[in-house]
């Protein structure tokens, strides 16, 4: 069983260019969640989706930052006109299905997608 | 809002050693979850442990336990047999019960002397 994919691992983009980046959940999960990680710091929640919902999309930033989860293919978090602060390491996680609300189940994390703003 | 504190950025550990990693958390909740999670040098996360609230047994995984005490609302990891392999960012986390935001400490990177 596969676990979560992201990718690309890496990404380098200069300021003003948009950063799609992919998560591809584990095998049987529905649930997507992602988180940021700044230099030297946890890391923080950004959005949760469900197919072709936006469950919770309290800690992403209001401009710029978007986030789908379609019906079918992986998730992408995308980032508009970069700029260098958004430099950090984005983390994809996923859960198992659960038919009586979010999913409180444990999540499993993907190696994340280093993004480098020039 | 929840938060999760660790206070040591850095531990160092002979092989075959044991270390401890603290980690608190302010929380005005009764049931919830507690993680730690493991960073190695590839930034893979990698779960170690889980600790439900309500459950006053300390888990444990291998060589990996936690002292769970929940009035300190203190919740910390123990690496007996330190190996190579252990080497790593440990993250600290927690979740309310209904809840899936998990909310991470800052991390204590572990480095191990051969």
């Known amino acids: 069983n596969a676990g979560v994919m992201q990718n690309p691992r890496h990404l380098v983009r200069r300021r003003g260019q948009e950063a799609r980046l992919r998560c591809s959940p584990m095998?049987?999960?529905?649930?997507v969640y992602w988180y940021r990680q700044l230099p030297e710091e946890g890391l923080k929640f950004m959005v949760y989706?469900?197919?072709?919902?936006?469950?919770?999309e309290s800690g992403m930033p209001k401009e710029r930052f978007s986030a789908e989860f379609p019906k079918e293919g992986p998730s992408i978090l995308r980032i508009q006109q970069v700029v260098r602060g958004d430099s950090a390491a984005y983390f994809c996680?996923?859960?198992?299905?659960?038919?009586?609300?979010?999913?409180?189940?444990?999540?499993?994390f993907g190696p994340g997608t280093r993004l480098t703003v020039l | 809002a929840q938060t999760v504190t660790q206070s040591q950025p850095e531990m160092s550990v002979q092989e075959a050693e044991t270390v401890t990693l603290s980690c608190t958390y302010d929380?005005?909740?009764?049931?919830?979850?507690l993680f730690w999670y493991k960073q190695p040098p590839s930034r893979q996360m990698i779960l170690v442990i889980r600790?439900?609230?309500?459950?006053?047994q300390n888990a444990t995984e291998n060589r990996f336990s936690v002292n769970f005490q929940k009035a300190a609302k203190s919740f910390s990891l123990k690496i007996s047999d330190s190996q190579l392999g252990d080497a790593a960012m440990y993250f600290c986390?927690?979740?309310?019960?209904?809840?899936?935001?998990?909310?991470f400490g800052a991390g204590t990177t572990v480095t191990v002397r051969a």
């Open positions: 989706l469900q197919k072709e919902n936006i469950i919770d």
């Open positions: 929380t005005s909740e009764s049931d919830y979850y």
């Open positions: 095998k049987g999960h529905s649930h």
């Open positions: 600790q439900e609230a309500y459950k006053q």
């Open positions: 996680a996923s859960s198992p299905f659960q038919a009586d609300g979010p999913s409180t189940d444990t999540q499993y």
């Open positions: 986390a927690y979740r309310r019960a209904n809840d899936y935001k998990l909310s």
